[in-house]
């Protein structure tokens, strides 16, 4: 059996589907087996699409008049095809450049048999896509663990006056965070860093660090750290013994 969609991508009246019609219907489909849209070919309400791909059955055909009357984009196109094919329905263009499309001749199942391919080769580079960036984000997310161990056993050596233990924590923290280029991390050890210096007595360096922490809060347009930071720059700046 044939089934005949028709589209239009005006609902104001101004278009009319009376050439699809005919045309249609002069291929032999049947007035009542004719389904219709007038709605933009990007809209994704369509029911007049849906109702027609839901009347179709295995050996059925379905017959449009141009091929970008079906689907509103490509992708949307070669997946609508494909799952006509698996679902063993034909499909029958009768004019424009998709004219080419009969599945009731070879060059027309070669076609079909394309879209296929094309359908399947779309799917596997989604996966491939959607595996990289799995691993991408598992990787990013032990790396900013780690980071964030660091610094706390930065902070810990810290306090127990291990300044060298907690440097080179430190110095893993940093290369980690700007080799993921992750701005916040490297704010914080910064600040941790500049803490460092400070309870070592190089006050220079930890006003380096500080600054260096206070440019990325700057760089980023948040304060979320800059109070704690800015707090440390004023003790360094208090005289001794000043609270």
């Known amino acids: 059996m044939l089934i005949g969609y028709m589209r239009v991508s005006k609902a104001d009246g101004s278009q009319t589907t ?26 994704d309400a369509r029911p007049g699409l849906v109702a027609a791909l839901k009347a179709l059955r295995a050996g ?39 004219a080419a499309i009969d599945t009731t001749t070879p060059a027309g199942k070669l076609i079909f048999g394309i879209f296929a391919a094309l359908a399947e080769f779309e799917r596997e580079l989604i996966a491939e896509r959607t595996k990289a960036g799995l691993a ?10 780690l980071v964030d161990a660091l ?49 070592r007595g190089d006050t220079a360096t930890a006003r380096e660090r500080f600054e260096q922490a206070l440019a990325i809060c700057d760089r980023l347009g948040e304060g979320l750290y800059r109070p704690h930071i800015e707090h440390a720059v004023a003790a360094l700046d208090a ?5």
Do not use: C, F
Not at 138 to 144: C, H, K
Not at 167 to 195: D, F, I, N, S
């Open 18 to 43: 009376d050439l699809r019609r005919d045309a249609l219907l002069e291929a032999g489909v049947d007035a009542a087996q004719l389904y219709e849209d007038h709605a933009s070919g990007r809209l």
């Open 60 to 98: 059925d055909a379905l017959v449009v008049w141009k091929l970008d009357r079906l689907g509103r984009d490509l992708r949307h196109l070669i997946n609508t095809v494909h799952d006509l094919t698996e679902r063993g329905v034909g499909l029958k263009v009768l004019t424009g450049q998709g």
């Open 136 to 145: 991408a984000a598992r990787a990013s997310g032990l790396q900013l663990i």
């Open 151 to 199: 610094r706390i056993q930065a902070l810990i050596e810290l306090r127990q006056r291990h300044w060298r233990v907690a440097e080179a924590a430190l110095e893993g923290a940093l290369q980690r965070t700007r080799a993921m280029a992750y701005p916040h991390a490297e704010a914080k050890a910064l600040w941790v860093y500049g803490q460092l210096e400070a309870a």
């Open 239 to 243: 005289p001794p013994g000043d609270p």
